[in-house]
């Protein structure tokens, strides 16, 4: 994964050195939000369903006249998971927030007429946890005097403390804008977020190899050309 992560990086730097061409470039602000849906990818792995959440930042794009850009954004984005106890014990329930301040670094390619275009973006994220929140209608620290805890089931993630609040990993997406002027526009994008770095140790002797974040997020945007 982490060779995959440096091939996305590389690739977003010499296309920014090909960005140097004779077409005219435009330069956009503008900001975001949307919804999120989170899980977590445990090793080994732990019964869970997708957790929803939100997520809102800023963002400056970079084009080229010829299906080009680069974009960069400062996003708060909410992930995390929830227990699944459905089919066990559907009366317990336990959500797990962890919400980060990202810096998504994409490759944006577009495609489409002067007033309607679809899009691709794609490239490194980084990240860093700046809250940790739990919700739950049951003591997750003392499962074991649950008289209807679910048997042979993991449960130190619950309460387990964040090790490591760097994140970093691959976003990719795929949208739709419409200009509604020469300066002004709109845009709906859908993108997948999938996270290199473990919340919880990571060694032969601790309890999960992997502990990594995944999200999907849709968001309704605005940009602003500046120039």
């Known amino acids: 994964m982490k060779r995959v992560l440096s091939l996305v990086t590389a690739f977003f730097f010499v296309a920014t050195l090909s960005a140097q061409t004779h077409y005219k470039p435009k330069i956009y602000i503008g900001g975001k939000a949307g919804a999120t849906l989170s899980k977590m990818s445990f090793s080994p792995g732990v019964e869970q369903s997708w957790l929803p959440g939100i997520a809102a930042g800023v963002q400056f794009r970079y084009t080229e006249e010829k299906h080009f850009g680069l974009i960069a954004e400062l996003n708060i984005e909410q992930r995390g998971w929830q227990e699944n106890f459905k089919d066990d014990a559907p009366e317990l329930s336990y959500k797990r927030t ?38 739950s209608n049951f003591d997750y620290a003392n499962t074991s005097t649950i008289a209807n805890f679910p048997k042979n089931r993991m449960t130190d993630q619950m309460s387990m403390e964040i090790k490591n609040r760097f994140d970093y990993g691959i976003s990719g997406g795929l949208g739709m804008e419409y200009f509604m002027s020469r300066r ?29 974040g995944m999200s999907l997020e849709v968001t309704l945007g605005y940009f602003f050309r500046i120039k």
């Open 98 to 135: 962890l919400t980060y301040l990202q810096l998504p670094l994409m490759t944006h390619l577009y495609f489409g007429s002067r007033s309607f275009k679809g899009f691709v973006n794609l490239g490194p994220e980084f990240g860093y946890m700046i809250g940790n929140s739990i919700n």
């Open 184 to 212: 002004n526009s709109i845009n709906l994008e859908a993108r997948f977020y999938y996270g290199l770095g473990n919340i919880y140790p990571a060694s032969k002797r601790d309890v999960f190899g992997a502990s990594r």
